[in-house]
């Protein structure tokens, strides 16, 4: 659904959602990195388990939350994406931490 | 940013606060800038500095106006702390407390006075299937491509209406995106009342000349635009499938893969509504904005709004703005300075009446039709409440919002209300015939960023 044809980066980074390999241009954040993974949705809402995709890119909408490197509840379009990053996306189940 | 006290913090790094910071330190006075995004420009400017895009120079020549206000700002002795988000401002005896969470982990400054410079963010569009994968805000599609080059592809469809549909369409002809179809709500009913302000937008016609340029672009292009397109649903099991629509009386139905919406941005009122400042209903540009006297001083005492948080008027009226606020608290801060500066007030004054002169025929042109949704569609995409069910009980006879919130759970999820507040204010008016103003708005509190209770704790030890 999207693709990263007009960026000028010459790396890639690896990271991981929800133990997948993934990689992405050097320079995006969380949010464009899973945007550009060909994920069918980034989380799934937590009322009504449907799929979710980022709306604002900006801060706003908060529908990028996702959990990176085991700290919930980040806004992935505000966090640059890291080599290594282990993202998880949230699954619509309230999980209360041991 | 060592010193944790200043004579002005400014939150946000587009136009205005960016001018507001320059004039400011370059009068003397020790200034702290935070900004959440990783370099200045604020969203208008995003990147401006480090454009992932090969191409930048399709974005135009506006978005290059940008490089200057940062360098001027970069030239200056004002402190800047990157992805900085602020999620707590207090009130103190000598001014401000500021907390916010960096890559580096919390830190709290002091500021005698404020400016809140955060912008605008895009009127929320809740037709109908708005919350499916495949569709985003056009504000969201374009900072995509600015800061990293990424593009949709598949059959793409744009709908709404304002400026920055027309503006991202142009951007995306220039990189080589097909666009299926732009479908513009504008009415010629719009157009026709829209006549009425012409003649004062003609005082500002760079920007008229602007836009005739770009839509004559778009039809060269080949670019399909049918206009007065309404009753939008977005159609889809796991991500959007089809666009379904009326048109001249008929319903019609296009395949779209991804979905652009867009009517027109509103002011960013979140911390301004936390912070108790007086706000009024904008009946032209239907949203709240901030109650704003000279210099940009709000009604609480030290704070001061610059750039679009204060009613929009664009990136040209933000820098001249952001400057005035800057100055107003220079001479706040020391009376002395006040003699010198009185032409280039007078002068900040006049260009920011000639720059609005166009704001009320773009207001009346591009009225949003799409923001008092079908009782189907989602209104609050956290808690998934529907107009219909906010309508239902609008119609019970709650009083207000905040009851709302406790009917239905509207405004109380992550996004704290910043998706669902004008809609839920504007369908309860509708459905009490009441006033916007009368229904009132959400009451905001801090923490008004998520912040982790082990953050919260960094505050309460030694501070460097």
Known sequence: MFDARLNKAKDRLAFRIDGREAAAPEGVTVAEAMMLAGLEHTRLSPVGRKPRMPYCMMGVCFECLVTINGVAGRQGCMVPLEEGMEIQRPTGKVKVAP | MSGTTCDLAIIGAGPAGLAAASVAADSGLAVCLLDEQRSPGGQIYRAIESSGLKTPAILGPDYADGADIVRRFRASKALYQDQATVWMVDRTEAGFDIAFSFPGGQKQISAKRLIIATGAMERPVPVPGWTLPGVMSAGAAQILLKQSGITPSGEIILAGSGPLLFLLASQYVKAGVKITAILETTTLRDRIYALQHLPKALR???????????????????????????????????????????????????????????????????????????????????????????????????????????????????????????????????????????????????????????????????????SLPADEAIVCRCEEITAGEIRRIAASGCSGPNQMKSFCRAGMGPCQGRMCSLTVTRLMADVQQADPAEIGHYRLRMPIKPVTVAEMAQLAGPME
């Open chain 2, 204 to 370: 500002a016609s760079g920007y008229l000349r602007k836009g005739l340029a770009m839509i004559s672009e778009l039809r060269r292009a080949g670019v399909p635009v049918l206009s007065g397109v309404a009753d939008l649903n977005i159609l889809g099991k796991v991500s959007a499938e089809q666009l379904r629509f009326s048109h001249r009386g008929a319903h019609r139905q296009m395949v779209a893969d991804t979905v652009i919406l867009h009517e027109g941005v509103v002011p960013n009122t979140q911390l301004p509504m936390a912070l108790g400042c007086r706000m009024v209903w904008d009946r032209s540009q239907l949203c709240w904005r901030p109650e704003l006297g000279d210099y940009g001083a709000t009604s609480e005492p030290g704070i001061y709004i610059a750039g679009d948080g204060g009613g929009i008027d664009g990136a040209k009226s933000a820098v001249l703005s952001g400057e005035l606020a800057g100055l107003g608290v220079v001479q706040d801060l020391d009376g002395t300075k006040a003699a010198g500066n009185v032409s280039r007030i007078a002068e900040l004054k006049s260009r920011l009446a000639a720059d609005g002169a166009v704001r009320p025929f773009l207001e009346r042109l591009y009225r949003p039709h799409l």
